[in-house]
Each structure stands twice: as C-alpha cells, then as structure tokens.
C-alpha cells in the first residue's frame, strides 16, 4: 500500500525553526518528485516546494524562498522540510505529497497525500 | 502568478443532482489542469489529472470539459459520498496554484 507519514509538527514560537519528515513507502520513493503542499486552518491549498527524485533540483513557492528548504534522503525513503524564521501566517497544515509526474522539480500535480502534520506558530 | 477562480463557492444540492463546478484561469492554461477533491477531514484526493483522466478508483459520474482558461467539473448525479470541497489546480507555470475551493453539501 502507497502511504506517506509526516511528523514534526507542533506550536513554535514566531521567529524560530521546525523539521518537517514525511516516511514513504509503497513505491520507489527515488522515482518521484515529491511535494509539501499546506492548508491554513480553514482556508484553501497552497504549493510550498516540490524536490526532484534525485534530490538535484528543488522549486519553492515565493511565500517561502528563502525560509525553507526542501531535501530528501533516498536511502531512508524520507522527505523533509525546513523551516525557519516562522511567522504566524505559515500556521497550517503540512501535506506531504507524491508526484504523478514531474519535469526536474517542475511537478503536474499529485496523486498520493499523507495525512498531514499541524504547525501553529504563535507566541 | 497564475490565479484560479472558481465558483460558486459553495452549493447545496440534492442527492441525483447534476452538479457543476466552473473554475476560470486569468490566463490561457491549455488543458494543464487537474482537479481534487477534499472530504472534511481529510487529505486531497486526486479526482482528475491531465485535464480529463479521471483519478484511481473514481467513478464515472464525474466528467470535465474545458481548455484554455474555463473549465467544469461535473458530478451527473451526487451522492452522499460526494460531499466535500473540490479545487482546480493548474501546473502549466510556477507556482502551482489551486482554485479557492467549492464546499458541496447537501441540501
């Protein structure tokens, strides 16, 4: 069975830094680009970042350049996101997703999603 | 930024309804488009993919049409299980972008 599981989330103040893991397994995790796509509470889905299978090539949304940094590691079938310098509109809930297809980090959308992990940023 | 539109933002329907959902690109997206659908609590679900494939295990009741910058989702006759929010996304440019959302419901 195709499955994602993120975990990492939780309250951080304003300012400070969180890890972001998503586990996959099912399929050949090195085959697929693989995305963080998140949903502020209430509101509508936002793309984050999107990394290469190879982990060569990475895309990140404006809203979070320069915060954020999308990785991977192959051997362990497991994604990251890093995150720094939170502010309160980052407060949502973070989507791990696999790619049905992509060019590089340049994904067409996705067809497998993990249940999500809740980051709140708050004082 | 590509921005997606789509509209209503919510529906109250009866069951056997046909349903359909509009989503409108500011510019010309070919058929890039995919769209997803949300049931309360839960992930997103890919619905339809490449514009007009429907997604693993989805039934035929829902149908696309569109191409450029106006698009439909159409649900023939909804069913319970149907209730949920569904979004467009576009991927023809960077960044991604996903409609804001049409909340079914029954009525």
């Known amino acids: 069975e195709v499955q994602l599981l993120e975990s990492g989330g939780g309250l951080v103040q304003p300012g400070g830094s969180l890890r972001l893991s998503c586990v996959a397994s099912g399929f050949t995790f090195n085959n697929y680009a693989m995305t963080w796509v998140r949903q502020a509470p209430g509101k509508g889905l936002e793309w984050v970042s999107c990394i290469s299978g190879s982990g060569g090539r990475t895309t990140y949304a404006d809203s979070v350049k320069g915060r954020c940094s999308i990785s991977r590691d192959n051997a362990k079938n497991t994604l990251y996101l890093q995150m720094s310098s939170l502010r309160a509109d980052d407060t949502a809930r973070y989507y791990c997703a696999k790619t049905y297809f992509a060019l590089g980090a340049t994904p067409y959308g996705m067809d497998v999603w993990g249940q999500g992990t809740t980051v709140i940023v708050s004082s | 930024d590509i921005q997606m539109t789509q509209s209503p933002s919510s529906l109250s329907a009866s069951i056997g309804d046909r349903v359909t959902i509009t989503c409108q690109a500011n510019?010309?997206?070919?058929?890039?488009l995919n769209w997803y659908q949300q049931k309360p609590g839960k992930a997103p679900n890919l619905l339809i993919y490449?514009?007009?494939n429907l997604g693993t295990g989805v039934p035929s009741r829902f149908s696309v049409s569109g191409s450029g910058t106006y698009f439909t989702l159409t649900i023939s006759s909804l069913q319970p299980e149907d209730i949920a929010t569904y979004y467009c996304?576009?991927?023809?440019?960077?960044?991604?972008?996903f409609g804001g959302g049409t909340k079914v419901e029954i009525k």
């Open positions: 490449d514009g007009s």
């Open positions: 510019q010309d997206i070919s058929n890039y």
């Open positions: 996304q576009q991927y023809d440019k960077l960044p991604l972008t």
